[in-house]
């Protein structure tokens, strides 16, 4: 029986595959995180459980203005992001000759993503004060896709 492309990608046992799986794992974590953040910024949830503590205040970090980036709420922008990683995740996967650009450019989206995450990480607490536990988890998240990123990068070039 001849396989298609979907059983090519999921039978390969690559280690750039393996990194790109990876990756696409923390974005589908990052898409369940910001689909309630962005939820929240909606207005469809008031408020999202939070850690007990005066430092915790996800509403006020979520509908601040450093949550807005050129005009829209950032989790949706967020969600946008988590969602072209999963796209380039697949599609460096599965076009095997145009897969060190399309690595290259995940490796953008993802290093993008760790960037926004260390700024905004710094304004909640040097600049808000509070801390939304949604958005620290994301930013683990982002910077934890640094790792399997930058082997796959590494990869194409040595």
């Excluded at 492309?5 to 990756?23: G, P, Q, W």
Aim: glycine share 8%.
């Amino acid at each position: 029986m001849k396989m298609n492309a979907i059983d090519k990608v999921r039978a390969d046992k690559s280690e750039r595959t393996e990194h790109r799986r990876d990756i696409a794992a923390l974005a589908a974590a990052g898409l369940a995180d910001f689909s309630l953040i962005s939820l929240l910024q909606m207005g469809y949830f008031k408020k999202l459980p939070d850690i007990p503590g005066e430092a915790f205040d996800t509403v006020k970090v979520n509908t601040s203005n450093d949550a807005i980036i050129l005009g829209m709420p950032d989790g949706v922008i967020s969600l946008g992001a988590y969602a072209a990683t999963m796209f380039l995740a697949m599609a460096g996967s599965r076009f095997k000759k145009r897969s060190r650009l399309l690595d290259l450019a995940l490796g953008g989206i993802v290093l993008g993503q760790a960037v926004g995450a260390a700024q905004y990480l710094y304004k909640m607490a040097f600049v808000q004060k509070k801390v939304c536990i949604y958005c620290v988890a994301g930013a683990a998240i982002n910077f934890a896709s640094l790792k399997p990123a930058y082997n796959l990068i590494k990869e194409n070039y040595s």
